[in-house]
């Protein structure tokens, strides 16, 4: 490969590949690719395929804002509503995992799977439960010191709300892999790919197609 030189111009013959459009070299069988994102940049230096990457982008957003529904139903019923702090982190994980459920399956794994199963549903339950068991017993001992040492409410909530975000932020990758292996997987498809990422051309590269 070798980079485009003076020679891509506005006369070359335009021709439309897999990777995206591109201009024909005169005399050569040769396409400059014009259009590559930088998410496919990326996988090509860190050897993974586009498709994971904008899975993992799209469930990082479904993250973004579950977490964010998660918070807000948490410190209402902890700030607000002066529930107890552990019973007050199961109902909102509880709203969190069925919105994000259906956020990942419905957009960030979409095409892999038509309509929801039980065997999802109850493998991502699970998932979601045994994060659920680490973030309520992290937020009740969070909330027990907080009490102890006679914090403020406000204090006492913020305290309870950082923990519940470290805690599933700690999980995050293993669930993604998870989800990504076996949960998602499209019918068919093998647990996990051992064969060589196929590289896409970088903007400004010339690759042979004949």
């Given at each position: 490969?070798?980079?485009?030189?003076?020679?891509?111009?506005?006369?070359?013959e335009?021709?439309?590949?897999?990777?995206g459009?591109?201009?024909?070299?005169?005399?050569?069988?040769?396409?400059?690719?014009?259009?590559?994102?930088?998410?496919?940049?990326?996988g090509?230096?860190?050897?993974?395929?586009?498709?994971?990457?904008?899975?993992?982008?799209?469930?990082?957003?479904?993250?973004?804002i579950?977490?964010?529904v998660?918070?807000?139903?948490?410190?209402?019923?902890?700030?607000?509503?002066?529930a107890?702090?552990?019973?007050?982190?199961?109902?909102a994980?509880?709203?969190?995992?069925?919105?994000?459920?259906?956020?990942?399956?419905?957009?960030?794994?979409?095409?892999?799977?038509?309509?929801?199963?039980?065997?999802?549903?109850?493998?991502?339950?699970?998932?979601?439960?045994?994060?659920?068991?680490?973030?309520?017993?992290?937020?009740?001992?969070?909330?027990?010191?907080?009490?102890?040492?006679?914090?403020?409410?406000?204090?006492?909530?913020g305290?309870?709300?950082?923990?519940?975000?470290?805690?599933?932020?700690?999980?995050?990758?293993?669930?993604?892999l998870?989800?990504?292996?076996?949960?998602?997987?499209?019918?068919?498809?093998?647990?996990?790919?051992?064969?060589?990422?196929?590289?896409?051309?970088?903007?400004?590269?010339?690759?042979?197609?004949?």
């Open positions: 490969m070798k980079p485009c030189g003076g020679n891509c111009n506005s006369s070359h335009l021709h439309r590949g897999e990777g459009v591109g201009s024909r070299a005169p005399g050569a069988g040769k396409v400059f690719t014009l259009r590559v994102t930088a998410t496919e940049r990326l090509r230096r860190v050897g993974i395929s586009f498709d994971v990457l904008r899975r993992l982008g799209r469930y990082g957003a479904v993250s973004i579950t977490s964010l998660v918070m807000s139903v948490l410190g209402v019923l902890v700030g607000v509503i002066d107890p702090a552990g019973w007050s982190n199961v109902a994980t509880c709203v969190g995992i069925a919105l994000s459920y259906e956020l990942n399956r419905r957009w960030a794994w979409a095409g892999r799977t038509e309509r929801r199963t039980t065997a999802q549903v109850v493998s991502f339950t699970t998932i979601n439960l045994t994060g659920l068991v680490v973030s309520t017993v992290a937020v009740h001992t969070t909330a027990v010191m907080a009490s102890q040492h006679h914090l403020t409410r406000l204090v006492r909530t305290a309870v709300e950082s923990v519940n975000l470290a805690a599933w932020g700690a999980l995050w990758v293993v669930q993604f998870l989800l990504d292996r076996f949960v998602f997987r499209a019918r068919g498809e093998p647990i996990a790919s051992t064969g060589p990422v196929t590289a896409r051309p970088i903007d400004g590269e010339y690759v042979e197609v004949g």
